[in-house]
Every structure is written in structure tokens, then in C-alpha cells.
């Protein structure tokens, strides 16, 4: 039985392992948990990925040539979000080009098939745009756009995405330009 008379000595110990190594682990591991609630976080998010291509439609007799195909999904990995357009942006000048009239030559992917734009996208699901080469071209020409500052946009309810187009596509829309007639001014 322990007495008020009696005493109790307490050893502290140290070494390089409480005094320095401990505290600097700790912090790493704050530091690499911090980094990784951030990453996750920004993956959860709705975030669209914007693919480029030539597409060529088979069975339709009307459409023989190429087309110019923007496929817009949702790779984010929970949130949904609202896609209210999709169009072309003149990187020069920050200007809207509406190749399309509103709705057309447009569909979507996945369950929401057949909705029509603004629509919600799930992860995974998608929405595309295609339009001919030559419209593109047509567009360019009048605007005095240069294919090199075409931008695709893909403009949904939380921010806009914003896509390179690929370099096929370019030369595509150029192949077009050379076969239109020249706009005289005035």
C-alpha cells in the first residue's frame, strides 16, 4: 500500500524516436491525408471529358461523307450535373459559334436516350454532337475564324469544359475550306 510518506520516482524516458521521429511521421501523415481528401473530393465531382473524332455513318445513303463527332461523359465518379450545350468557341475572340441550330444533329447516351438538351448526366453517361466538316468550314469562313482557334465547349450547370479540337478534325474543316468559294468583301 502506497503512503503519502512514500515517493514515486518517474523515469522520462527520451530517444531520437520520441523526440523527433514520432512528431515528423505525424505530420507526414496529416500532410498525406489532407492531399488525399483533396484528390478524392475532386473526383467525386461531375467532371466532363470531351473526345474529338471523325465519325462516318454506315447504312444512311445520305451522309457518305465524314463527320465531324464531339462526344462530351460524365467521368466524374458520383455527382451528376446538368449539360445545357454543347458548341464551338473561337479562341481568339471568346465568341459563341452555334454551328447547329439548337438541338439538332445532337443525341445523347446512355439511359437518357431520347431527352433533349438541358439534361442531367449521370456518371458515366454522355451526350454528343456531330455535324459535317463543311459546315464547320461554311461557319469559319463567314466568322473569319482560323480552325487552329476552335475551342469545343461543353457548358453544363456547375463550370464549362473546354476541349482542343483533334488535329484529323482540323484538317478536315481545312480539306473543306479549300473546296469553298472565296467570300468576296463588301
Given amino acids: 500500500m502506497l503512503h503519502a510518506e512514500d515517493v514515486i520516482q518517474v523515469d522520462v524516458v527520451t530517444d531520437i524516436w520520441t523526440d523527433a521521429l514520432l512528431p515528423l511521421v505525424a505530420i507526414v501523415i496529416s500532410v498525406g491525408t ?3 481528401t483533396m484528390l478524392d473530393r475532386r473526383r467525386d465531382r461531375a467532371r466532363i471529358k470531351i473526345e474529338t473524332s471523325i465519325a462516318y455513318v454506315v447504312g444512311d445513303p445520305q451522309q457518305s461523307g465524314p463527320l ?21 468557341l473561337d479562341r481568339r475572340h471568346g465568341g459563341k459559334l452555334w454551328i447547329l441550330e439548337q438541338h ?4 445523347l447516351t446512355g439511359p437518357n436516350r431520347h431527352s433533349e438538351m ?13 455535324t459535317s466538316p463543311d459546315r464547320l468550314a461554311a461557319a469559319c469562313l463567314a466568322n473569319g475564324i482560323r480552325t487552329e482557334d476552335l ?12 476541349s482542343r479540337l483533334h488535329a484529323g478534325i ?9 473546296s469553298l468559294p472565296p467570300v468576296s468583301p463588301g
Avoid at 475551342?151 to 473546354?162: L, M, N, P
Fill in 104 to 107: 439538332g444533329g445532337m443525341g
Fill in 170 to 178: 482540323s484538317a478536315e474543316i481545312r480539306r473543306a475550306l479549300d
Fill in 118 to 130: 438541358p439534361v442531367r448526366l449521370q456518371p458515366g453517361e454522355g451526350a454528343y454532337l456531330r
Fill in 151 to 162: 475551342r469545343v465547349v461543353a457548358e453544363t450547370a456547375h463550370a464549362d469544359f473546354v
Fill in 34 to 36: 489532407l492531399v488525399w
Fill in 68 to 88: 465531324v463527332s464531339i462526344e462530351c461523359t460524365n467521368v466524374g465518379h458520383s455527382g451528376s450535373t446538368i449539360l445545357k450545350a454543347i458548341y464551338f
